[in-house]
């Protein structure tokens, strides 16, 4: 099928073109954005233009920031295509659901992606997780915002996040280990005197059980870089490593069956497939909401101003 | 049918207390404070005391602040209890959903109240602007934070919500008005540097259909207080003032009908009475959603420090 990418900037080219090139069952047709392009793909400026010109290309796929991303999604499903969305998926939860009530009176698909979830063990971390009992849970997010988003400054505007932007990921995994059993409880959000948004955040769930569980976020981690959730339960102990690609368990390092090797966005590029072709939406907007909780009941600290 | 009222303060005492005395529907048999208690009626300390001593109390209903009430509604909706809730719901979307899980797995009524929907002139409001062209709709929401909410220290704190704890009155109006129309597009939150929470904010709205959708909220009004909400649709103009209890239509004062008289509180156990007596739920969070949003989304700006 062919599909139009919408954001040629740097996970544009990291991850979707590659995995477009490599999958089955798509063709990047055409490319939509301002700077960017992509060698031997036609290439349009213009969304509109786009939307005119290609009217038999159904499937587009949107890697803008989130702020400016919702108007091409409802320009985007009012001329009937199938919309695959970059996490996070909105810069607000309302806006997200409007785009779902959209896509399903206009019967398409709508794909609200969360890479992280596909990395190649969670799936094992969340079966090994079922049916024990959770006594602790601890999220470790700690990178450097001047390796990993160099130039971003979308990112320090209201609605860019800050260090919840890699943070989402984390709370999309963990929310696919413990489905709808956490809420916050408490949150310190830790923000530069020149930023309109968090360099770090200290987050604590309340859990049905009882269970610990904790996140820290931090953007100013120099070094090795750490992306790790780590659990004990009444059996043993589990590290899920390296953003969900390493899983140990009571020590023992895990191997992943082959389906799982297949990387994350080939694994995201697949499912939006299945979804064309069922007319049918995944939206799961549980990480946002937890990030538009700790914005809302977050304890605000001011620190040193951040220059790039 | 006899209820246990859980925290007496200003708003039990001026609102809750009479509306229950009055009501045909319901008892107060007994309350449950640190500090406030009613004359001729069981006063507890502690809630796990009350739960356990009267057993025959099937009904509660939550008057705390935000941030504590959630561990009362749980034990209540655990134990059986059918449940009405102050606004805001609860200090997070993610945790009134679990509440809401609750009630249905255990087959209790939880009733998420918002006062504001029940004044006079709401509905009349409603039913004008249904199926009119809307240009326009202003929310000027400004009001003595003195007069208000005098010694709330919570009220500043995390999960305290600041002028959004009036605003989101004013939401929930609107979302009663445009049901699932609005999503939030920008937001500015003035906050006293002394403080956690913004003693102003401005909202704007994205609306389907292009209209101008505006909020101003204002705690450091003296004088004249502003409840208002004024709409220009393609037919003409209306001012729903005074907090919804007034409304005029191209000028013209518009009466209400009897049943609209018989005040917010009353109304609001008159529905809770309805709720019990079928064991459902009526859980909107479309206003405490758009405030996370705000928080989220919002640009902050730092202000002189407020001191009551």
Chains 1, 2 share one sequence.
Request: glycine share 8%; proline share 6%.
């Amino acid at each position: 099928m062919d599909l139009a990418l919408v954001g040629i900037g740097k996970i544009a080219r990291d991850q979707h073109v590659p995995s477009l090139d490599a999958s089955p069952d798509w063709k990047l047709a055409a490319t939509i954005s301002r700077h960017g392009s992509v060698d031997g793909v036609e290439q349009f400026t213009s969304f509109e233009q786009f939307l005119d010109a290609r009217q038999d290309i159904r499937v587009v796929s949107l890697c803008l920031p989130p702020v400016p991303r919702f108007d091409y999604a409802v320009q985007a499903i009012a001329t009937g295509r199938h919309v695959m969305l970059e996490k996070p998926p909105g810069a607000s939860v309302a806006e997200c659901q409007k785009l779902l009530a959209m896509a399903r009176a206009q019967g398409v698909a709508l794909y609200a992606t969360w890479h992280s979830r596909e990395a190649a063990m969670v799936d094992a971390a969340r079966d090994w997780l079922a049916g024990q009992k959770l006594r602790k849970l601890t999220v470790t997010w700690q990178e450097d915002v001047r390796r990993w988003h160099p130039g971003q400054d979308w990112i320090w505007e209201p609605g860019g996040l800050g260090v919840f932007d890699p943070g989402i990921n984390a709370l999309s995994i963990v929310t696919k280990l413990l489905p709808d059993a956490l809420h916050l409880s408490a949150a310190e959000l830790i923000t530069p005197e020149n930023r309109q948004c968090p360099i770090a955040a200290k987050l604590r769930f309340a859990h049905p059980h009882g269970a610990d569980i904790r996140a820290d976020f931090d953007w100013r981690k120099e070094g090795d870089q750490i992306w790790r959730i780590e659990a004990e339960t009444d059996s043993g102990r589990m590290t899920l490593d390296a953003g969900g690609a390493q899983l140990s368990i009571n020590g023992v390092p895990q191997q992943s069956d082959s389906a799982a090797l297949s990387g994350e966005y080939p694994r995201l590029y697949a499912r939006f497939a299945e979804l064309v072709a069922s007319g049918s939406c995944d939206v799961d907007l549980a990480p946002l909401r937890h990030v538009a909780d700790a914005f809302m009941i977050g304890r605000r600290e001011i620190t040193a101003p951040f220059h790039e």
